[in-house]
């Protein structure tokens, strides 16, 4: 069964750069979440959309900007990165009318040098 | 609010112990979902269980099972006879009951080391 695919795996940028995160939600799931963990932490929301508008807002930087196309995927925009930044960024998706659960993608895992 | 309460941060059994891992949770929603989630080394967030806040029948599922408890707020999980390859954080987790948000609040996860 397709899950949910985020790209890219890894990434690696440098203090004050710009990186870009995405998201395909499983087929047929109109919400889509974004989540961020840092070492040795528990997942912490971000962000949501519901049928391409935002849902829920979380702990967001104003640095960070997203949105949800007509196709339902996601990109996560993050600017002026800085240390603190790094850690694994999770999208997770799930049909509205579906049972609750969220499936989780694999997660981005970024680095700030 | 809504908040997640792990008391334990990491447990070490060994192999074919039973390993039970407690949560407490706090809302104010009268209807609402509670969910187990496993992250192994790898990384990859899975999902274990779900329960809804109007069914406290508490289940079985193959190795693991769940004792949900609505007057006392905790959703405890268990798993039989532990493996090695059960080796994990698990993160238990609540979300409201909306058709759209739902987002999860997560607990601070227990690691669980299954030595051989």
């Known amino acids: 069964a397709a899950g949910v695919i985020q790209s890219p795996r890894h990434l690696i940028k440098e203090k004050r750069e710009t990186a870009t995160l995405k998201c395909y939600p499983i087929p047929r799931h109109d919400t889509v979440y974004w989540y961020q963990q840092g070492p040795g932490q528990d997942p912490q929301f971000l962000i949501s959309?519901?049928?391409?508008?935002?849902?829920d807002k979380g702990s967001i930087p104003d640095r960070f900007s997203a949105q949800q196309f007509s196709d339902y995927h996601s990109e996560l925009n993050m600017s002026s990165l800085e240390l603190g930044d790094s850690a694994l960024y999770f999208c997770a998706s799930r049909s509205a009318g579906a049972g609750g659960e969220l499936f989780f993608g694999e997660g981005s895992r970024l680095t700030v040098l | 609010a809504q908040k997640v309460t792990q008391a334990q941060t990491e447990i070490s059994v060994v192999e074919k112990e039973d390993v039970t891992l407690d949560c407490v949770y706090e809302t104010r929603d009268t209807t609402y979902y509670l969910f187990w989630y496993k992250q192994p080394p790898s990384g990859e967030l899975v999902f274990l269980i779900r329960?809804?806040?109007?069914?406290?029948q508490n289940e079985i599922s193959g190795r693991y099972s769940w004792n949900f408890q609505k007057s006392t707020s905790s959703f405890n999980f268990t798993i039989t006879a532990s493996q090695v390859v059960d080796s994990a954080v698990y993160f238990c987790a609540l979300s409201d009951f909306k058709a759209a948000g739902n987002k999860l609040t997560f607990g601070g996860g227990t690691r669980v080391l299954v030595k051989p």
């Open positions: 959309f519901y049928e391409k508008m935002q849902s």
């Open positions: 329960r809804n806040s109007f069914d406290e």
